[in-house]
């Protein structure tokens, strides 16, 4: 009996270690989180067809190099990574078009190590975001070669328009695959860069692979001439979103920045999760360059899947000094990783409008608060998730101090809103709000 015994126990001890090698091996070679950072041009002309930026430890010890292969039908590169908006490790280019027609740039993103040389990674993840529109006659696509599988979030009915086609543009010989993958986006816009916005988004999975051949362009409607909004922002996420919308919790939110009679700032932002959050450091940058953290936040706790508010006021007096001033919040999950928010500009001793609503969680009233340079006819206009506006309210307002309620709003279902407000027809803030 002694001897099956230990027999058993030795078999047990087989099957527990080969079970924590596998975990391991799972744990091991899950696809790891590229972050897109401080691009550098090292060789052609900048914004032209074959230049070639550098983006550097996109993960420990490897390089990513980003070539315009291709402008096509007379597209132009604005920005080859605009942080100001969406989310800080993505790559985040912005594409301009000639205002009618069919316009795009394709890219070859190639990963070497600081060494050299190219380096293959097991498996890649990652997303295009808010593939949408101008809500008038613009509709962004993207494009991409090279893919093992993509997929669309199914928790909303998707507004992609998908298709396959041959890869006809193989210049250089080097493309992974013999046909590209495209997604039309609609006509409608969602409001800045979220991967809330699931019905304007699709995932890609790479599987051993050191290059990558994506294309980002937009497209006129037929009969239709674009107003001002050629120039699209693009993001592709490098990293795996899971379906619960916590994967980019620390990326997730609402940042509003506004300056108080030029002589302090007040800093809000709504988490929309304070699950596995842990603190937020408030960081200031004169130049846009070097930020320094000026205070911490811990976050609210038993918060579970509710949403949290908070707010930060800036009142050193060196801000006079500054005509521009730049803030970000860097936010801590409770496992230690980190990410940052979209960089927001705030002017000083300036006659720019400022703009504020409260409370943000709201229930059954919003106060809009905003200064104005003239007299004239406000617009608020409320859209809930599904781009749907669900109110639209005009007020006539003065040259200063302004102030608007929106009352009986009880009934709107909870969740997630936008707000727009317009002064004399043109747009001059939106904000995310959350309804409880």
Same mark, same amino acid.
């Given at each position: 009996?002694?001897?099956?015994?230990?027999?058993?126990?030795?078999?047990?001890?087989?099957?527990?270690?080969?079970?924590?090698?596998?975990?391991?091996?799972?744990?091991?070679?899950?696809?790891?989180?590229?972050?897109?950072?401080?691009?550098?041009?090292?060789?052609?002309?900048?914004?032209?067809?074959?230049?070639?930026?550098?983006?550097?430890?996109?993960?420990?010890?490897?390089? =990513?190099?980003? $070539?315009?292969?291709?402008?096509?039908?007379?597209? %132009?590169? !604005?920005?080859?990574? *605009?942080?100001?908006? /969406?989310?800080?490790?993505?790559?985040?280019?912005?594409?301009?078009?000639?205002?009618?027609?069919?316009?795009?740039?394709?890219?070859?993103?190639?990963?070497?190590?600081?060494?050299?040389?190219?380096?293959?990674?097991?498996?890649?993840?990652?997303?295009?975001?808010?593939?949408?529109?101008?809500?008038?006659?613009?509709?962004?696509?993207?494009?991409?070669?090279?893919?093992?599988?993509? =997929?669309?979030? $199914?928790?909303?009915?998707?507004?992609?328009?998908? %298709?396959? !086609?041959?890869?006809? *543009?193989?210049?250089? /010989?080097?493309?992974?695959?013999?046909?590209?993958?495209?997604?039309?986006?609609?006509?409608?816009?969602?409001?800045?860069?979220?991967?809330?916005?699931?019905?304007?988004?699709?995932?890609?999975?790479?599987?051993?692979?050191?290059?990558?051949?994506?294309?980002?362009?937009?497209?006129?409607?037929?009969?239709?001439?674009?107003?001002?909004?050629?120039?699209?922002?693009?993001?592709?996420?490098?990293?795996?979103?899971?379906?619960?919308?916590?994967?980019?919790?620390?990326?997730?939110?609402?940042? *509003?920045?506004?300056?108080?009679?030029?002589?302090?700032?007040?800093?809000?932002?709504?988490?929309?999760?304070?699950?596995?959050?842990?603190?937020?450091?408030?960081?200031?940058?004169?130049?846009?360059?070097?930020?320094?953290?000026?205070?911490?936040?811990?976050?609210?706790?038993?918060?579970?899947?509710?949403?949290?508010?908070?707010?930060?006021?800036?009142?050193?007096?060196?801000?006079?000094?500054?005509?521009?001033?730049?803030?970000?919040?860097?936010?801590?999950?409770?496992?230690?990783?980190?990410?940052?928010?979209?960089?927001?500009?705030?002017?000083?001793?300036?006659?720019?409008?400022?703009?504020?609503?409260?409370?943000?969680?709201?229930?059954?009233?919003?106060?809009?608060?905003?200064?104005?340079?003239?007299?004239?006819?406000?617009?608020?206009?409320?859209?809930?998730?599904?781009?749907?506006?669900?109110?639209?309210?005009?007020?006539?307002?003065?040259?200063?101090?302004?102030?608007?309620?929106?009352?009986?709003?009880?009934?709107?279902?909870?969740?997630?809103?936008?707000?727009?407000?317009?002064?004399?027809?043109?747009?001059?803030?939106?904000?995310?709000?959350?309804?409880?």
């Amino acid at each position: 009996m002694e001897k099956n015994f230990t027999l058993k126990n030795r078999i047990l001890i087989l099957v527990t270690v080969l079970i924590g090698l596998f975990l391991v091996s799972v744990r091991t070679q899950a696809a790891p989180k590229i972050k897109f950072r401080n691009p550098e041009l090292i060789s052609g002309i900048d914004k032209q067809a074959g230049a070639t930026y550098k983006f550097p430890n996109v993960v420990a010890g490897v390089d =990513a190099f980003v $070539t315009i292969e291709l402008m096509v039908n007379g597209a %132009t590169l !604005v920005n080859i990574d *605009d942080s100001t908006l /969406g989310y800080y490790d993505a790559w985040q280019p912005t594409v301009g078009g000639p205002g009618f027609g069919s316009s795009y740039i394709k890219w070859a993103v190639e990963f070497k190590s600081n060494t050299g040389i190219a380096y293959t990674f097991p498996d890649i993840d990652a997303s295009s975001i808010d593939v949408d529109g101008d809500n008038a006659s613009v509709r962004e696509f993207v494009g991409i070669n090279g893919q093992a599988s993509y =997929a669309v979030p $199914t928790q909303v009915p998707s507004l992609l328009t998908i %298709t396959e !086609v041959s890869d006809t *543009d193989n210049i250089y /010989g080097d493309d992974p695959s013999s046909t590209n993958l495209f997604a039309l986006g609609p006509v409608i816009n969602r409001t800045n860069i979220d991967t809330f916005s699931q019905d304007v988004r699709l995932d890609y999975h790479f599987i051993n692979t050191s290059k990558i051949k994506f294309y980002t362009g937009s497209l006129i409607e037929p009969n239709g001439i674009a107003a001002g909004a050629t120039n699209r922002y693009h993001c592709i996420y490098f990293m795996k979103i899971i379906a619960d919308f916590s994967v980019l919790r620390a990326t997730s939110f609402s940042f *509003d920045a506004m300056a108080i009679n030029n002589r302090k700032v007040n800093l809000s932002w709504l988490t929309e999760s304070g699950k596995s959050n842990d603190r937020f450091e408030i960081q200031r940058s004169y130049d846009k360059r070097e930020f320094k953290t000026i205070g911490i936040i811990m976050s609210q706790e038993n918060m579970d899947e509710a949403a949290g508010s908070y707010s930060y006021e800036d009142q050193d007096p060196a801000l006079s000094n500054y005509k521009e001033i730049f803030y970000r919040i860097k936010q801590f999950d409770v496992y230690g990783g980190f990410s940052y928010s979209a960089i927001k500009k705030v002017s000083i001793n300036s006659n720019k409008i400022s703009f504020q609503v409260m409370p943000n969680p709201y229930i059954d009233k919003l106060s809009v608060g905003f200064s104005s340079e003239t007299n004239g006819i406000a617009e608020v206009r409320l859209f809930n998730s599904g781009g749907n506006m669900v109110k639209k309210i005009q007020f006539s307002i003065v040259s200063g101090n302004n102030n608007l309620n929106l009352q009986d709003l009880k009934s709107q279902a909870p969740g997630l809103y936008v707000i727009e407000v317009f002064v004399n027809g043109k747009i001059i803030a939106t904000r995310k709000l959350i309804k409880q």
